[in-house]
Nanobody
Framework: QVQLVESGGGLVQAGGSLRLSCAASGRAFSSYAMGWFRQAPGKEREFVASISWRGETTYYADSVKGRFIISRDNAKNSVYLQMNSLKPEDTAVYYC????????????????WGQGTQVTVSS
């Protein structure tokens, strides 16, 4: 069992940056691949980025590639999402998720989810 708590969301102007954090509690955090997803009003939850359990493999959605960076610190049981050059279309609730398997873009493969943190980008 893994509990996930996101933080770091907020209101930012277009072109700005935010860093999201996800703190995990429970067993064997370093055994889980981690992902970030987002959901805008009226839209389905979509993949943003994922990272393998050792951090050597990362995947990004095309819409955020080159602007967002996912990282993790297994000693701190945490995963991060550095978001740069933010755009109004990045506005969404951002969720952290864990999967006891390989890093994947597939939302259905994730076993544990946080409650989400709101990110709002103004134009």
């Amino acid at each position: 069992q893994v509990q996930l708590v996101e933080s770091g969301g907020g209101l930012v102007q277009a072109g700005g940056s935010l860093r999201l954090s996800c703190a995990a509690s429970g067993r064997a955090f370093s055994s889980y691949a981690m992902g970030w997803f987002r959901q805008a009003p009226g839209k389905e939850r979509e993949f943003v980025a994922s990272i393998s359990w050792r951090g050597e493999t990362t995947y990004y959605a095309d819409s955020v590639k080159g602007r967002f960076i996912i990282s993790r610190d297994n000693a701190k049981n945490s995963v991060y999402l550095q978001m740069n050059s933010l755009k109004p279309e990045d506005t969404a609730v951002y969720y952290c998720a864990a999967t006891y398997g390989i890093a994947t873009r597939n939302v259905g493969r994730y076993d544990y989810w946080g409650q989400g943190t709101q990110v709002t980008v103004s134009s």
